[in-house]
């Protein structure tokens, strides 16, 4: 067994196996090569995903700063590559590795209280903003997204080193590559720096923002695996409301969208967000039929206000999951969204709230026909909430039936909600791979 001197000594000279932290007495064990195993989840159909676990040494990486992971990751580049991440990388610096804050990008005479004043509802009315002040927004914008958006290519796998490994104000894009593995790592805080105003969206206008922490579009082979997403140190509920309606600063935690396919999201932690997961973003993308097939288990989503998930057109599995509402939680929704030509087969998941939340509130339909369910605990009490949701939808939508079409066939041993809430509570999230 090698003493702390030798772990140490493994981490700094960036040797290729990654050493994941162990309990005391405990073999150390290499998680970087790690593949998915065989049946587990829809990522594992087709080939499985495999990540970067067949990388030569030259392309195995420990990387401390932004600039040695945009290095790394080579530019979106399809070459076989571990990339280890090192304690926390903040994706907002410069080249000399000093932090960038919201008004370093700030470019052409933009201004938070210039755009206020320039697009306040009852003097520019319902138009999209445009002129000057929207201008600089976008060549504003443009300047963080250079920095923080970091394209992750094929045949990569990304991991944490050991159990504190942070990517800060990153967002991750994964488009149009295939078999690509996320594990160990928390990503917090995808801050928008300029929101942009959109006055018809949902009647009263509304504030939109730019970054998810991971997001996937046209990608296929992907796992994500341990990883802990949230807004961490800049909740949206603590932003200011301007025209009415709360200044967001954050878009969704992980969006699988555009036909993304084969993708397997376990033992992860979603919290302290607004948007957690959105699988296919519009009702009119028909590209996305027969694709966004996606596995969600033992994960954990607390005080997330709504999508975990929603689903437009996917077969989405959904089982084992823990959902927590705190009786502090801002402005709840719902949890599992059903929308246009989705098929989500939910089992065995488990709900905990306060008392002013009901059953009938965890499910809501946009358009959607169908929504299997079985197994489900909410507050220790097994119940149905299909037959709930149909019971107390007050005749908005139509009810939705119990066929989604499919069964999951691909998929680790189901355990009961009882079971799996425990256990999802302890082993979920970054820094907790066993």
């Known amino acids: 067994m090698r003493s702390r001197r030798g772990l140490q000594l493994a981490v700094l000279t960036g040797m290729l196996g990654l050493v994941f932290s162990a309990p005391a007495g405990a073999e150390a064990r290499d998680i970087s090569r790690d593949t998915l195993a065989a049946n587990d989840g829809w990522a594992a159909a087709d080939g499985g995903t495999t990540g970067g676990s067949t990388a030569d040494d030259a392309h195995g990486f420990t990387v401390r700063n932004r600039s040695e992971l945009v290095r790394a990751l080579d530019g979106g580049s399809a070459t076989p590559k571990i990339i280890r991440?090192?304690?926390?990388?903040?994706?907002?610096?410069?080249?000399?590795?000093?932090?960038?804050?919201?008004?370093?990008?700030?470019?052409?005479?933009?201004?938070?209280?210039?755009?206020?004043?320039?697009?306040?509802?009852?003097?520019?009315?319902?138009?999209?903003?445009?002129?000057?002040?929207?201008?600089?927004?976008?060549?504003?914008?443009?300047?963080?997204?250079?920095?923080?958006?970091?394209?992750?290519?094929?045949?990569?796998?990304?991991?944490?080193?050991?159990?504190?490994?942070?990517?800060?104000?990153?967002?991750?894009?994964?488009?149009?590559?295939?078999?690509?593995?996320?594990?160990?790592?928390?990503?917090?805080?995808?801050?928008?720096?300029?929101?942009?105003?959109?006055?018809?969206?949902?009647?009263?206008?509304?504030?939109?923002?730019?970054?998810?922490?991971?997001?996937?579009?046209?990608?296929?082979?992907?796992?994500?695996?341990?990883?802990?997403?949230?807004?961490?140190?800049?909740?949206?509920?603590?932003?200011?409301?301007?025209?009415?309606?709360?200044?967001?600063?954050?878009?969704?935690?992980?969006?699988?969208?555009?036909?993304?396919?084969?993708?397997?999201?376990?033992?992860?932690?979603?919290?302290?967000?607004?948007?957690?997961?959105?699988?296919?973003?519009?009702?009119?993308?028909?590209?996305?039929?027969?694709?966004?097939?996606?596995?969600?288990?033992?994960?954990?989503?607390?005080?997330?206000?709504?999508?975990?998930?929603?689903?437009?057109?996917?077969?989405?599995?959904?089982?084992?999951?823990?959902?927590?509402v705190p009786a502090d939680a801002h402005d709840y929704r719902y949890s599992i969204g059903v929308s246009t030509e989705s098929a989500i087969h939910a089992e065995n998941n488990a709900f905990t709230t306060p008392g002013h939340i009901e059953v009938a509130d965890l499910v809501k339909s946009w358009n959607g026909t169908a929504f299997h369910q079985s197994g489900t605990l909410f507050n220790g009490y097994p119940v149905d909430l299909l037959a709930i949701h149909n019971a107390y939808n007050s005749g908005s939508e139509r009810d939705l039936t119990a066929d989604v079409g499919w069964t999951p066939t691909l998929h680790t041993k189901i355990d009961s909600a009882a079971r799996a809430d425990r256990e999802v509570a302890r082993g979920a999230g970054a820094g907790r791979i066993p």
Do not use: M
């Not at 919201?102 to 009852?122: F, I, M, N, V």
């Not at 994964?174 to 105003?197: K, M, Q, S, T």
């Not at 969006?255 to 009702?283: C, E, M, Q």
């Open 85 to 324: 991440i090192a304690g926390t990388i903040d994706a907002n610096t410069d080249a000399d590795g000093d932090h960038l804050d919201c008004a370093d990008y700030a470019t052409d005479g933009y201004s938070t209280k210039k755009y206020l004043a320039a697009y306040d509802p009852r003097t520019w009315g319902s138009g999209r903003p445009s002129g000057p002040q929207e201008e600089a927004r976008q060549a504003s914008a443009a300047r963080q997204a250079e920095r923080i958006e970091l394209t992750v290519g094929s045949n990569t796998t990304l991991v944490g080193l050991g159990d504190k490994a942070v990517l800060k104000g990153a967002s991750l894009q994964i488009e149009g590559a295939d078999n690509v593995i996320v594990r160990n790592l928390e990503l917090r805080d995808a801050y928008d720096c300029f929101p942009v105003w959109q006055p018809n969206t949902g009647g009263l206008g509304d504030w939109k923002t730019a970054y998810d922490n991971i997001w996937l579009r046209g990608a296929t082979h992907v796992w994500i695996d341990h990883v802990s997403l949230s807004d961490d140190g800049h909740p949206d509920h603590g932003e200011p409301t301007y025209f009415g309606r709360n200044y967001l600063r954050h878009d969704g935690l992980l969006d699988i969208t555009n036909a993304s396919d084969l993708v397997t999201v376990s033992w992860s932690r979603f919290a302290d967000h607004d948007k957690a997961i959105l699988v296919g973003n519009g009702d009119t993308a028909t590209g996305d039929r027969g694709k966004l097939r996606v596995t969600l288990h033992h994960n954990e989503f607390e005080s997330v206000v709504q999508r975990a998930p929603r689903v437009r057109f996917g077969q989405v599995h959904l089982y084992n999951n823990r959902y927590v």
